[in-house]
């Protein structure tokens, strides 16, 4: 994601009463914790979030007792209304891993945002094609000794810290994450107020037995809706005039369908969008098929269902699924990717043309960008702009989005590069946010010192190698030279407020990647990279897998390098150093740059 542009939005509350969801009741089986149909296998509850004890950033979101192997989105969306229709559902392909007594999904079907948030309904859920109960609870915080349903009111409370702490001195973790009526509200101003009930439990007729596949129908209607983040900015389904622009980041996609939302969980996905005739659907992956439907009740101007496949995995927040008035077009380019271009025909002709000829780059962005990340991950790549001012850009998988009508160029370097880098691979949780952003802001500086090469002389020439190199440097000891707040948050422990803030999330970590590469130089940097991809690719990582993917190519593995390089990412990720700049920021840097460097007497190259 691109830095986030801060956007005021006006709304009213919601009691917390209105929010909570009345389903079917559960069988008795399920309430007394018994084994009807698990077959001598202890059987229970899936937990509500896979989060760890502890976590202060949207720690309510994801579901434990099953994998996330497929997703069937079948929308059938009035683009003039803006409401998904009767016959509008999803199914989940998905795989236990314990017996289920009930499993639970994310779905945020009603906002305290009545002008822009998400208002629908839940009209039936069948599990293996039976009918099966389901209700809306509020998460508990990850971890509750208790159980999900702590009677506790505390259990269930609003907080971007940890502890709560607010009005009644909580002394819990919170349960969820604010959700900030605008950019104006205090961080922690909903700090003890109750978590809205956007937790789907699904009860089976009978326990779903741990190993087996199974699949989930979920019926609803209703508009779908933006959902309000923890800094007060809002993502999700975007009304445009036109029909919806869908970017999502971070949890987004529960404002218009039902999932497993979190970034580890990645099923592949097709995509069945019915919509009214003339209207077009942009998903994430290849367009397979495009059937026109003659006139009725629903759509008296006739209809259209546009079929999107993605062989690929997508993690929850790079979903793509907007709807509109969008000219699409492809080519299958000489690198073997097809490449989509979408534009709202809102957009004026000239800013069009504009557009297309910075879209029209793709193809040679991610050639460069495939020297130092292996092989693009993906069949397609594409991009999207929409006109909604949705307030920041979006490496939505294989379909990039820009909003507010137009596109820039420095800002597809670092969208393209997240293709590699948070959606191939993607992040375990959000504490490692930063590892994306920064690698994402990395593809910006080497655009910068691309421009810079090509100015000296061009690829292959000296004085081209050496401008890229001092582009490089030049932007490493600009961030270095940085004082004042620069260096009081670490990247690896943000807040809501502060998750898609500019120096622990993009600059710092940017720069730390700049100085890994003078650490380890081009050829062992550049496999390093490479080899995280083919390791980790289409699954997540955590922070230490990602260090130890660094570690393995220090030139020198002596032990004193290998401590070194431990306090190298404990002082750029993991530390909030004091404000003021100076001394109070990483004491350890890289050959070549500004501060200390990284080779001593004890470590050498």
């Not at 369908?257 to 969980?265: C, E, G, I, V």
């Not at 109070?584 to 007497?601: E, Q, V």
Request: with cysteine; aromatic share 10%; net charge negative.
């Amino acid at each position: 994601m691109a830095k986030r542009r801060l956007l005021i939005t006006i709304i009213t509350s919601l009691s917390c009463a209105a929010l909570a969801g009345a389903g079917l009741a559960g069988p008795a089986w399920a309430a007394a914790g018994q084994d009807a149909g698990g077959q001598g296998q202890a059987c229970s509850a899936g937990a509500r979030t896979l989060s760890p004890h502890g976590a202060h950033v949207y720690p309510d979101t994801g579901n434990g007792g099953y994998t996330s192997v497929h997703t069937d989105v079948h929308l059938v969306y009035d683009a003039t209304a803006n409401k998904f229709l009767p016959g509008n559902h999803v199914v989940l392909t998905d795989q236990a891993t314990q017996c289920l007594t009930s499993f639970g999904l994310d779905f945020e079907r009603k906002s305290a945002n009545t002008a822009d948030g998400p208002d629908m309904r839940v009209n039936s859920v069948t599990v293996n094609g039976h009918a099966a109960a389901f209700t809306f609870v509020q998460p508990t915080y990850p971890g509750d000794p208790n159980g999900q349903d702590d009677p506790n009111p505390q259990a269930h409370e609003v907080s971007q810290d940890n502890p709560v702490g607010g009005p009644q001195n909580n002394p819990l973790p919170p349960a969820c994450s604010p959700e900030l009526p605008n950019t104006d509200a205090a961080a922690d101003s909903q700090n003890g107020q109750q978590c809205p009930a956007n937790k789907l439990v699904i009860t089976p007729k009978t326990p779903v037995r741990d190993g087996s596949v199974f699949t989930v129908k979920v019926s609803y209607t209703g508009r779908p809706g933006v959902h309000n983040d923890g800094d007060g900015t809002t993502e999700g389904w975007f009304r445009a005039s036109d029909g919806g622009f869908v970017t999502t980041e971070p949890v987004g996609s529960e404002d218009w369908m039902p999932l497993n939302d979190h970034p580890t969980a990645k099923p592949t996905y097709d995509f069945y969008d019915t919509v009214n005739a003339g209207k077009t659907a942009v998903a994430n992956g290849r367009l397979e098929s495009m059937t026109r439907h003659a006139p009725n009740a629903e759509f008296p101007g006739g209809s259209a269902t546009w079929h999107w496949h993605s062989q690929a995995p997508v993690a929850s927040y790079l979903v793509e699924n907007s709807v509109g008035n969008y000219t699409l077009t492809s080519r299958v380019a000489s690198d073997g990717i097809r490449y989509y271009q979408a534009q709202d025909r809102a957009i004026s002709a000239a800013q069009q043309k504009k557009n297309r000829a910075i879209m029209n780059r793709q193809q040679d962005i991610t050639d460069f960008e495939s020297q130092f990340n292996g092989p693009f991950p993906f069949s397609s790549d594409g991009i999207i702009i929409g006109t909604p001012e949705a307030g920041f850009e979006e490496e939505m998988q294989t379909m990039i989005t820009f909003a507010g009508g137009q596109i820039d160029l420095d800002t597809l370097y670092h969208e393209n590069m997240h293709q590699w880098w948070g959606d191939n691979v993607s992040e375990s949780g959000y504490d490692m946010t930063f590892f994306k952003e920064g690698m994402a802001t990395l593809g910006e500086y080497l655009f910068a010192a691309r421009v810079a090469e090509t100015k000296a002389g061009g690829p292959g020439t000296p004085a081209g190698r050496k401008a890229f190199q001092d582009s490089l440097i030049k932007q490493f000891d600009t961030t270095y030279a940085k004082a004042g707040s620069f260096w009081t948050a670490a990247p690896s422990d943000p807040t809501p407020y502060g998750l898609f803030d500019n120096a622990p999330t993009y600059e710092r970590p940017g720069a730390a990647y700049i100085a890994l590469w003078r650490i380890l130089g081009t050829a062992r940097f550049t496999t390093a990279l490479r080899q995280i991809q083919r390791h980790y690719g289409g699954g997540h990582i955590t922070e230490s897998q990602l260090e130890a993917g660094f570690r393995h190519w220090l030139p020198s593995k002596s032990a004193a390098c290998r401590a070194r390089l431990s306090q190298f990412f404990t002082q750029w990720f993991d530390t909030a150093h004091p404000s003021g700049g100076g001394t109070s920021r990483p004491a350890i840097t890289g050959p070549g740059l500004a501060g200390p460097g990284f080779y001593t007497s004890s470590c050498r190259a």
